[in-house]
Nanobody, 119 residues
Framework: QVQLVESGGGLVQAGGSLRLSCAAS????????MGWYRQAPGKQRELVAA???????NYADSVKGRFTIARDNAKNTMYVQMSSLRPEDTAVYYC?????????????WGQGTQVTVSS
């Protein structure tokens, strides 16, 4: 079993910064891709940023230049530094990981952490 635990959410004023962390634990033979998704009230969950085990990154257009994703493969941990936050960034942020298992691979989600940006 694999668990993902997010931390770092909270309330911040527009223009401020937050850093989210996601730690993976359990029986892990490698994490292929880790990503952050978010879901605002009444909206679908969307990809914010993702990073492969090789360090390749992908960002949603709405966060390019403001968010930076990183990971520590040795610690199975991922981070996202969020700067110049806007009220429209308000959402529950979820950590996602595609994990290599002895029997193949599987997709896991964290429980989510609330980010609220006030105007």
């Amino acid at each position: 079993q694999v668990q993902l635990v997010e931390s770092g959410g909270g309330l911040v004023q527009a223009g401020g910064s937050l850093r989210l962390s996601c730690a993976a634990s359990g029986t892990i033979f490698g994490i292929i891709v880790m990503g952050w998704y978010r879901q605002a009230p009444g909206k679908q969950r969307e990809l914010v940023a993702a990073i492969t085990s090789g360090g390749h990154t992908n960002y949603a257009d709405s966060v390019k230049g403001r968010f930076t994703i990183a990971r520590d493969n040795a610690k199975n941990t991922m981070y996202v530094q969020m700067s110049s936050l806007r009220p429209e960034d308000t959402a529950v942020y979820y950590c996602n990981a595609v994990v290599r298992l002895p029997t193949g691979q599987d997709n896991y989600w964290g429980q989510g952490t609330q980010v609220t940006v006030s105007s």
